[in-house]
């Protein structure tokens, strides 16, 4: 499945965005191929969850392009964003708590009868299908999902970004309230999507996290890219330095890489 | 939140729960059954036997019928986390507008008692209330103002407008085809016809359930035992055919009765002749079961209650927000219009003090109904049930004589003990 083209899937060109007169995105260039994980890393306000924002159609950007498949295109809104086959697993899982999993996976592209009803059934059974394939062991299919736990609420967040053919998916932090399972639960549906030529910005904060599944790392600071290394080129010390002082692992020098060590 | 999944099947029990359990049953509404029964005997004792009786059961539907309608619309909007405390003006303002058309306008147009006014009235009363709930809707989803600043003011101004469309005068009569809208001795469908609509219900009971369970083994999911299918279909019909009975011993008065019977060359038979479901309560019934289809059934009803649960995702997810709280608002304004034609027509006038304080009644009856105020939980069903414990209460008291400001104390003491009571529960499933 995995075809490496020459062009990127996802092309994000000198984006910026600006609330009031701080630029939380200021200026970054990023790109994606097909079956490649992309990780995006970085300190807090470092304006990681920001720029995925513009791709996902939650926040626009205030100038800058995105391109997919070459060509250029301009995401004002979530649906936008999905019509485009990019779909986003938001930090916050955004479920609707009180609703069930086959509502949440179907939110705002519910299925329905001929006379215009939801389908309840259909969507419970595409619901059933997907989960089979993602946590065999999900079975609460018919209570609200904030009764849930943090893996089962992960996985119908999960479900609902690959039931719908994504060929771009964005995962923000997506093991930050999860147990180790849970995490490696993760880890390996990442691979698994991956191998299935989907294209993945995960954007994390766990180094070990990133160096176990990313291909290439994109570092940003305070709303700049500090750049974008393959992971099999540098150390995780390295990307550390990158993230904590905005330098390129070749700019830094021994006393400075000591002094990270403290 | 961050534990591992529990999923082990719990093995099978035999208690009450359980057994509720398999008939999927709710437990909130079933202590709402409670408290209606405790009433219901409560006030049969204090009233020396007047309460439980035909007579006091059939004015009670009647009276009950209004605030259901309306609460069945304060519940979506409730669930999206907002409130509207306008309803009583709205259904005086909207309620003052019908009755100068029929009384006033339409009169010197049509001419007096025209088999259209009614309808014409209708239609633009319905037209106005939408018209002032969208008009709050708007000011609230787009403009950003708090429901409860808006509706407060509504509350103000539509009371205000009802007083100025006539100066405070009193507008009667209402025509006469109007007036069947609110039930009274003419405004009823009649002892037959009610127990067809019992039987009716009862069948549509069983092939609700016949189809849910079909629908289920379709697609492989658990089924409910068939024991547990079987006693909500009996309970089910012998609630309904007992409603009705009940409603239909009650008989229409003597001279009405003996008028009937002569106009079709036939005897009054021993008991009377019966009047049957009230028009209010059968436009009520009716009310509730499309609101229970659009809640449960419909797109607009399922983001209604994604914005309630979580106003993000729902916007995530693609859902126009804005838009649909509007059209919830327009709802809510479409349901007053209905109560106030009801309410007008029961009267057989327009008065500017027309539904003062049935806000607080239809807020009460969505909470007690089981709708939360934290937003994203609410029944249809439970709110009608609610309005019929608000109602049993305020009739309950007055039949038993209690003094009128004693009354609105109690009426508010419920709905702070209802608020309160839905704030514990879900304190207690938080944890």
Redesign the interface.
Known sequence: MTVKTGSPMVEMRDIRVSFGGVHAVDGVSIDLHPGEVVALVGGNGAGKSTLIKTLSGAHPANSGQIFIDSRPVTIHNPIEAKNLGIETIYQTLALADNIDAPGNVFLGRELRTRLGSLDDSAMESATRKVMGRLNPRFLNFKKAVGWLSGGQRQSVAIARAVHFNARVLIMDEPTAALGPAETAQVGSLIRQLKDEGLGIFLISHDIHDVFDLADRISVMLTGKLVGTVKKEEVTKDQVLGMIIMGKLPDEVTQAELADLHG | ???????TALPPKRSVGSLLGAMEIDTRLLGMVGALVVIWIGFHILSGGTFLTPRNLWNLSVQTAAVAIMATGMVLIIVTRNIDLSVGSMLGVVGMSMALLQAEILPGILGFDHPLTWIITLIAGLLLGALLGAFHGFIIAYVGVPSFIVTLGGLLVWRGAAWALASGRTIAPMDSSFQLLGGGSRGRIGGPASWAIGVIACLGIVFFLLVGRR??R??G?GLRPVWAEATLAIIGCVVVLGAVAVINSYPMPEALAEQYAAERGIEVPPGGIALGIANPVLIAIVVALAMT?LA????FG?YV??I???P????????KTKRTILMTFALMGFLVAIGAAVTTARLNAGTSGLGTLAELYVIAAAVIGGTSLGG??GTISGAALGALVMQSLQSGMVLVGVDAPLQDIVVGIVLVIAVAIDTLYRRRVAK
């Open positions: 939140m961050v534990t591992a999944p529990q999923e629908q289920r379709k697609f999911f289809f449960t059934r419909r797109r399922r209650f994604a309630g649960g979580n993000e995702a729902a916007n995530l997810g693609g859902i994203g939980v």
